[in-house]
């Protein structure tokens, strides 16, 4: 019965953060400093996923398969590649790394 | 069409994330959170927090990890805002990172109101689809079934795609390099109580920075 009354919870206050900014927003418009954290806030908060989901794949392991994906991932990244290909290249490099270090 | 990367990228962890409800003692409850919640970080960690506690601090854990929907569905209401009230009621349940991401892409492209919304329930509506029929199967698998391949990588391969391009002018480098760094510090922090932290610190970085730049 508490897994049920957490589940609920949580999916009604999910709601109520996901709607909330939506119907405030046409009520009354916020000076342009919200807006500027606003997006800096998005930014942050993709980063912060970003870190965090590394950390938890390296934690993972094995270590040097992981990590050799995410830095081919980065580089093409960095260099404007789209995201189909750095997926294949991040996982294909770290498969090529682990089947290397099988051998 | 967008949705497709994200999805693939997203795959293996909606299989985590179904393995861990599979091995859960309430995997019915836990099922209905797929919809309910609609969020894998925050459905984890309330699962999670009920095999450590009560209902309440369980909740409360969900709750603290999504609080960054609340910057999502802010970021997304300047653009919403000529929208019918009746799609951000009914989009509001789909705001989720890689909606968001798609709804921040498709806003910088010009279009008619009722094509971004079609945009964005084909994105939402693929997603929930894939997201609900692999936690599904993950917990019909078993534990660990996502992990075991290493396709669990795609997830932050997939966010590179979207901080990159922030990294480029120096208010958001500082935003990232701030929220990464305080994030690896609070990484061992309880029920996502440090990622906050890490937002936090990132966004006034980027504040004071923008500040100091006008």
């Known amino acids: 019965m508490s ?7 949580v999916g009604l206050g999910s709601y109520g953060l996901r709607v909330g900014p939506l119907l405030l927003r046409s009520r009354f418009e916020p000076p342009p400093v919200v807006d500027e954290v606003i997006r800096h806030a998005g930014t942050a908060a993709v980063s912060a996923l970003l ?6 794949v390296v934690e993972r392991g094995p270590l040097l398969p992981v990590v050799a994906g995410l830095t081919v991932g980065a580089a093409l990244a ?3 590649k789209p995201m189909y290909a750095i997926v294949a290249a991040g996982l294909g490099s770290q498969w090529a790394v682990h089947l290397l270090l099988a051998l | 069409m967008a949705m497709a990367p994200l999805l693939i990228g997203f795959a293996p962890y909606a299989v985590v994330v179904g393995s861990v409800i599979g091995a859960h003692s309430s995997p019915a409850a836990g099922w209905a959170g797929i919809w309910l919640i609609f969020g894998g970080s925050a459905h984890l960690a309330t699962l999670n927090a009920l095999d450590d506690g009560s209902a309440l601090l369980a909740a409360l854990t969900g709750l603290l990890v999504n609080a960054r929907l609340l910057v999502y569905s ?9 929208q019918p009230l009746w799609f951000r009621f009914a989009a509001a349940p789909f705001i989720v990172d890689p909606t ?3 709804a921040d892409q498709r806003a910088r492209r010009p279009g008619t109101l009722a094509a971004e919304r079609r945009h964005f329930f084909g994105a939402a509506l693929s997603l929930a689809a894939v997201w609900g029929a692999l936690a599904t199967l993950g917990m ?14 795609a997830v932050p391969l997939c966010l590179f795609t979207l901080v990159a391009p922030r990294m480029r002018d120096r208010q ?11 994030a690896v510090l609070t990484a061992a922090w309880p029920a996502g109580s440090g990622l906050i932290v890490a937002l936090t610190a990132g966004t006034l970085a980027g504040t004071v920075a923008s500040k100091a730049a006008s």
């Open chain 1, 78 to 80: 960095w260099r404007s």
């Open chain 2, 172 to 182: 958001g480098a500082l935003v990232v390099l701030t929220t990464g760094v305080v």
């Open chain 1, 3 to 9: 897994a049920w009354i957490a589940i609920v919870a």
């Open chain 2, 100 to 102: 968001w991401m798609v």
């Open chain 1, 51 to 56: 870190v965090l989901s590394c950390l938890r």
């Open chain 2, 140 to 153: 019909l698998l078993g534990s660990h079934a996502g992990a075991s391949l290493g396709l669990d990588v």
């Open chain 2, 74 to 82: 802010a970021s997304l209401s300047g653009r919403w805002r000529h």
